[in-house]
């Protein structure tokens, strides 16, 4: 069964929108388990454009499922996660201008610092992993040093139509299957919405999909909780792995 980790930073923009207190990311990820969710992911940024110190601390006191903190490689939010101690940490690219994660982290930039990250989050106890572009040299990459899992970068496929799409799907596989061989543990995600994530929830192992954007955005018309279960619903079709 795939999981489902379901991305609340979009309910924390809303917030930020207005700059109050609601609504609240807390609530958020409470409404988002009692939908099934299988973790809950926030991406703590330098900026603090939507997520903040105080969410993150609050969320892993009461978050029961998984707590995945999406994360930049800067020093402090690498202490922050050491200290706050998610269930997982994915690392992640991080520009100041961009609206949303561009792309994947390119492994063979700054291989030796993300390696020292990896090894301070591992020593923490946080499982580790990488969100890269589907290509098997970056998925090598994270297995030498050190990661646990990959989680790749959806956004090509998710944008593109068809033979464009099924070229993309394909990458996804062939770095699947990259993935497999190294013994990593395979996760994806990015764009990903109710029209197009069966055939990456079929992918051969694996093993957990981030989705944020999709979910809260019909979150708006039927509610979370609501929104996160015909998520769950459709993942549950996903018996028949593509090979």
């Known amino acids: 069964m795939v999981e489902l980790g379901v991305n609340i930073d979009h309910v924390a923009t809303l917030r930020q929108a207005r700059r109050t207190y609601e609504p609240d990311p807390i609530w958020a990820a409470a409404a988002a388990e009692l939908g099934g969710a299988d973790g809950i992911t926030v991406h703590l940024r330098e900026d603090r454009r939507h997520i903040n110190d105080r969410d993150v601390q609050l969320l892993r006191q009461t978050v029961q499922c998984k707590l995945n903190l999406e994360m930049s490689i800067a020093p402090e939010i690498v202490a922050i996660a050491a200290n706050l101690r998610p269930d997982q940490a994915t690392l992640v690219p991080e520009r100041r201008q961009e609206i949303t994660t561009e792309g994947g982290l390119d492994l063979a930039v700054n291989t030796d610092l993300i390696a020292g990250v990896v090894s301070t989050l591992r020593d923490a106890g946080v499982c580790v992993s990488a969100f890269i572009d589907p290509d098997e040299g970056q998925v090598d990459l994270a297995a030498r040093i050190g990661c646990q899992a990959v989680e790749l970068h959806t956004g090509d496929y998710a944008s593109a139509r068809g033979d464009d799409a099924q070229r993309a ?19 994806a995600g990015h764009g990903l919405n109710y029209r197009n994530v069966l ?15 999709a979910i809260v955005s019909r979150a708006i018309f039927v509610g979370l909780q609501e929104a996160v279960r015909q998520m769950k619903l459709l993942l549950e079709r996903a018996s028949d792995p593509i090979r």
Do not use: D, F, K, T
């Open 169 to 187: 799907l394909q990458r996804l596989i062939g770095a699947g299957e990259a993935a497999r061989a190294r013994n990593l543990r395979l996760h």
């Open 199 to 213: 055939p990456v929830a079929q992918i051969q192992s694996m093993r957990e999909l981030n989705i944020g954007h």
